[in-house]
């Protein structure tokens, strides 16, 4: 078993990698992200352009997901932290878009809610596994298709498209926008939390089960 201190060397090691400077860069297009959006109001009332430019940051983080990965994966620098790091940067960026359309109204609390019970769960899960001398947990792939509908959904609800008149009373257009907006962040929730039992079995079932094997 590894000791503490080569536990630590081990999550460290590679913590410049171009992959986790990556990574590193999309934690602070959240921190921005989360004051612009703020700024833009529920809907963007308070501004369009600033509620575009919100739009757009999250895009962006949300896409650069997929260009640390590559990049470790296609330079060989995956490493421990980068594991732990990557789905910590996309809850960040995921439950601050989710609580602040919340608090704007525009997405019922125990969506968010719910959302946030399986996300921070499962990251105090992962710090749990390394202080317990396990190995990081890769995302699975139905994590990452949760990862992906939300990115869509919440992207599509942070589109400035001010829904006049309220809700219940759309035209046809953006009763089919809203619906399939909110659909897709339904499946995002079913996937989010199956990943989250499978994280769990992933982590506790199996690793019992190897454990009783030895």
Known sequence: MQSQDEHK?????GWNSP???VTYSRIVLVLVFIGIDIAAG???DAGIAMRWSATVLFVIAASTDKLDGWMARRFNHVTE???LMDPIADKLLICSALVIASAFGELYWWVTILFLIREVGITVMRFFVIDTGGRVIAASQAGKYKTLMECVGLGMLLAPIRPHPPIGNLPPWQTVYFSATYVVIAVALVLCLYSGGEYL???FVRAKVA???R
């Open 9 to 13: 060397a081990s999550l460290l090691e």
């Open 19 to 21: 992959p986790n400077l």
């Open 42 to 44: 529920a809907w963007g």
């Open 81 to 83: 932290l980068g594991k």
């Open 201 to 203: 079995y992933g982590t």
């Open 211 to 213: 454990a009783d094997d």
